[in-house]
């Protein structure tokens, strides 16, 4: 599976865990990564269900920070729960 590939599973599978019909088609980018690493520590706000997640150590999330985080068995995880 490429990096591409990851994120966007990533970024869906977030989707689908929260009950959003939405699917993410467009280019994994640098600015993709780092707004979909917003979104995860603005869920952390609001639940425990990601606090697993560790921090980027430069602050902002990357495409590696991704694959990193969120392998196969993660993502099923995630789509697998309710928000």
């Known amino acids: 599976m490429t990096d591409d590939t990851s994120v966007k599973s990533a970024i869906n599978a977030f ?7 939405l699917t993410f088609k467009g280019d ?11 979104m995860i520590f603005a869920t952390q706000k609001c639940t425990t269900a990601l606090n697993w ?6 602050g902002k999330a990357t495409i ?3 694959v ?3 392998s196969q068995s993660v993502l099923r ?3 697998s729960k309710q928000s």
């Open 28 to 38: 994994v980018n640098d600015r993709v990564a780092e707004v979909f690493g917003e």
């Open 77 to 79: 995880q995630i789509e």
């Open 15 to 21: 989707y689908k865990g929260a009950g959003l019909n």
């Open 64 to 66: 590696s920070w991704i």
């Open 53 to 58: 997640v560790p921090r980027p150590s430069g």
């Open 68 to 70: 990193k985080n969120f």
